[in-house]
């Protein structure tokens, strides 16, 4: 519908109520082009149709691959769209992450906490509703400023600007994307599971991602003392996340498992198997155990192949796997999920390493042709380590000479510059491009890449400002970076949405509207 066509049928709404003087059908308009979706389920069936339609172009071709950056505040979220469309011209393939680290440790009543699950369950779908309550606004902001420009088109008598820009609005696309949620592991049984799922697809949340590691067991991915759970009980999950989705109508949400099996060697549970070879035998056929003949008190014992096994069971009563069976545990891991009715995989590695995760879609591959990742592109790696030893390994593979090198040492500012370094570096820049195409990638995440920003911006103007530079350290650092670089907060009563509620005083209150953005607004020297 256009703007034009958008104004009479609001127009039409009025002309049924004769009383309702003062309501002006272009305002009407306008107000509901700036409140495009009205409920979170509105934004959860819009997204999930873009993730959909991005999925479909990246089996056509990877080169198709999604990105998105971990935001834990929503202007955060906001502030990253707004960059996107100014420096990109559109929002397409680019989403956002809500990381269930980033909650623990940064919206937690408690306090900081570490990726455990101890959080308030309820702080990430009110996070999610959050992050679009800002997106939102970052729309009703630019189409505020567009309207303003679109009157004084009109009272110019500038017909073509007039119509340029009635265009741009017909054609106006949203800061409204795609949220990939971390549920952790369901913060419970499945009916947990379901509930919660439930409030995050009511915020919004068109994708969740739930991980196979025991809920009151949970740890980050990236730390040891990780414990799975037997694929049933993660399948029921999965089947909860989903019924959440189809009992509140967003029949094409999408689900993200996530297997934890590459580090995590324990599990609390020996899953039931009723017969050799079915899903509970293939789980516990990687557990540690001995052959016994004689039975001692307290153990626990299995059979197989006719033989009576013991699984080696630690203190804490936990079950050890065999070591080196994490990547066959996820590759079965990650079959199952897909058959059982998750949209998108996720391994969890312990280093960014195109032949790792590509050697493991490979065989996911041959059971399930079009399986897909969501990839964490973790700070938890020192990519730069870890991209300079991969080189250094292939120099010497290759017979190229490293003796300029100690491959212990090559983090060290020594190396910078030098050609290992600078293919190193190269490497990391084509890392997302090249694992899509080799490595059945969908969408590359960095999980908290903007609590890292937060603190390295805010060192940079401590060390600045409390020092020597003084106010310059803020001016210098920050306002005059953000008028460099066209930064659209450094007008943060407009960003703030106090122009929009200049526009709604207008419309409420005609000429007698009390508005903020008048000529002592010291916003205006920011018009240059």
Same mark, same amino acid.
């Given at each position: ?24 059908? @272009? ?92 959080? @308030? ?110 694929? @049933? ?230 060390? @600045? ?64």
């Amino acid at each position: 519908m256009t703007y034009q066509s958008k104004i009479i049928e609001a127009g039409k709404a009025i002309g049924a109520e004769a009383h309702w003087n003062g309501i002006e059908p @272009e305002s009407v308009a306008r107000m509901r082009m700036q409140n495009r979706f009205q409920t979170g389920l509105d934004i959860a069936r819009y997204t999930a149709r873009i993730m959909r339609e991005d999925m479909a172009a990246y089996d056509q071709d990877p080169a198709n691959y999604t990105q998105s950056l971990g935001c834990w505040h929503g202007f955060i979220g906001q502030q990253k769209m707004i960059s996107i469309k100014k420096h990109f011209g559109t929002t397409k393939g680019r989403y956002l992450y809500l990381s269930g680290w980033m909650v623990a440790a940064l919206r937690s009543e408690f306090g900081p906490l570490p990726d455990q699950s101890m959080h @308030e369950k309820t702080s990430v779908p009110a996070l999610i509703e959050e992050l679009y309550i800002f997106l939102r606004q970052a729309d009703a902001r630019e189409m505020g400023m567009m309207f303003r420009d679109l009157d004084k088109a009109r009272e110019s008598g500038d017909e073509m600007e007039a119509k340029r820009l009635e265009h741009a609005l017909d054609t106006y696309e949203t800061h409204v994307v795609p949220i990939v949620a971390d549920i952790d592991a369901g913060f419970g049984n499945a009916e947990a599971t379901y509930l919660l799922a439930k409030k995050f697809i009511e915020a919004g949340a068109c994708c969740i991602q739930i991980e196979n590691q025991v809920s009151d067991e949970k740890q980050c991915g990236h730390q040891d003392g990780k414990v799975t759970v037997p694929h @049933e009980d993660f399948i029921a999950k999965i089947r909860a996340v989903r019924y959440a989705f189809m009992e509140l109508g967003v029949d094409d949400g999408l689900i993200v498992a996530r297997t934890d099996s590459l580090g995590a060697g324990l599990t609390k549970q020996i899953a039931v198997t009723n017969e050799a070879g079915d899903i509970g035998d293939q789980y516990n056929s990687y557990l540690d155990c001995e052959e016994v003949s004689a039975i001692g008190h307290g153990d626990v014992l299995i059979s197989r192949d006719g033989k009576l096994l013991k699984p080696r069971r630690l203190a804490s009563n936990l079950f050890q796997f065999r070591p080196g069976t994490g990547e066959d545990r996820c590759v079965l891991d990650c079959i199952h999920a897909l058959k059982n009715g998750a949209d998108l995989l996720w391994i969890e590695t312990e280093k960014p390493h195109i032949g790792q995760i590509g050697g493991m879609v490979s065989r996911i591959r041959e059971v399930i042709p079009n399986a897909k990742l969501v990839y964490n592109n973790s700070p938890s790696f020192n990519w730069t380590l870890n991209f300079r030893q991969q080189v250094y390994d292939a120099w010497e593979a290759a017979g190229t000479d490293i003796s300029a090198f100690e491959r212990a040492r090559l983090m060290s500012v020594d190396y910078d510059g030098t050609e290992l370094a600078d293919e190193a570096d190269e490497r990391i820049r084509t890392f997302q491009k090249d694992s899509a195409r080799e490595a059945g990638i969908f969408h590359h995440l960095i999980t908290l890449p903007t609590y890292h920003t937060a603190a390295l911006s805010t060192d940079n103007l401590a060390r @600045e400002y409390f020092g020597d530079a003084g106010m310059l350290g803020y001016v210098k650092g920050v306002q005059r970076q953000e008028i460099r670089q066209g930064i659209a907060c450094v007008k943060h009563q407009n960003m703030a949405g106090s122009d929009v509620g200049d526009d709604h005083k207008e419309y409420f209150a005609g000429e007698a509207a009390l508005k903020a953005g008048g000529t002592h607004n010291t916003m205006n020297q920011f018009a240059a």
